[in-house]
């Protein structure tokens, strides 16, 4: 079993450009969500996803949009990347709809100049 | 709003010798606490999680922690460090069955050989 796998390892943005984050889990899990991690301010979840066909907002999900695309995937998109949105992310998944249980992907490191 | 509240940001031992990091959780009813570490350039892994019953809880890696509802706190501990326990440690809380997964800010805990 992979867990959770994302791509890209790394990006490096120009201000206003789009880009896409992916995530998948092998683990049939049912909730999958988005984090990012910024110095000294812990991880803050973005979106998630609590079953197939369903997504709700977190604590910041301003200037992102995600998709479920099914029960193994569920990606972020950054429709016009701000420097502000430069942060390590992290996709997770877990078995139930609650919080409880995560497991983590190996992050994605981007870079918005 | 819940929060956690971490409050070491850098702790720097010698190998040896004793840790015990802090961590303070704001909200009245019924959690699940998690302590998570991110070694350098790798995701997070679970050292371990209390949900209910013995307050003392025993984790991966000679890592226990303990919950006191009374102080409202869930420190961490390891008796004596290694060099490998170098990483950042994240507490976290799931406030009641439905909640989200509120991290801490992070204590960055350094080595030295």
């Known amino acids: 079993n992979a867990g959770v796998t994302q791509t890209p390892k790394f990006q490096v943005l120009k201000t206003g450009q789009s880009m896409t984050l992916q995530c998948a889990q092998d683990m049939n899990h049912n909730s999958m969500y988005w984090y990012r991690q910024d110095p000294g301010m812990g991880l803050r979840l973005i979106y998630y996803s609590a079953s197939e066909g369903t997504t709700d907002k977190g604590e910041v999900p301003n200037g992102y949009n995600v998709s479920r695309l099914n029960k193994r995937e569920f990606s972020l998109r950054l429709e016009s990347a701000a420097p502000s949105q430069t942060s390590v992310y992290f996709c997770?998944?877990?078995?139930?709809?609650?919080?409880?249980?995560?497991?983590f992907g190996p992050g994605t490191r981007l870079t918005v100049l | 709003a819940q929060s956690v509240s971490q409050h070491n940001h850098h702790v720097i031992l010698s190998e040896a010798a004793s840790l015990e990091l802090g961590c303070n959780y704001s909200y009245g009813g019924t959690v699940n606490l998690f302590w998570y570490v991110q070694y350098p350039g790798q995701h997070l892994q679970l050292l371990l999680k209390?949900?209910?019953?013995?307050?003392l809880v025993k984790g991966i890696k000679g890592f226990e922690a303990e919950f006191i509802k009374s102080k409202f706190s869930f420190n961490l501990r390891k008796p004596s460090v290694q060099w490998s326990d170098t990483a950042e440690y994240f507490c976290?809380?799931?406030?009641?069955?439905?909640?989200?997964?509120?991290f801490g800010k992070g204590t960055k805990l350094s080595v030295k050989p």
């Open positions: 209390y949900f209910s019953g013995d307050p």
């Open positions: 976290a809380v799931v406030a009641g069955s439905q909640g989200n997964l509120i």
């Open positions: 997770a998944s877990s078995t139930s709809g609650g919080f409880l249980w995560q497991f």
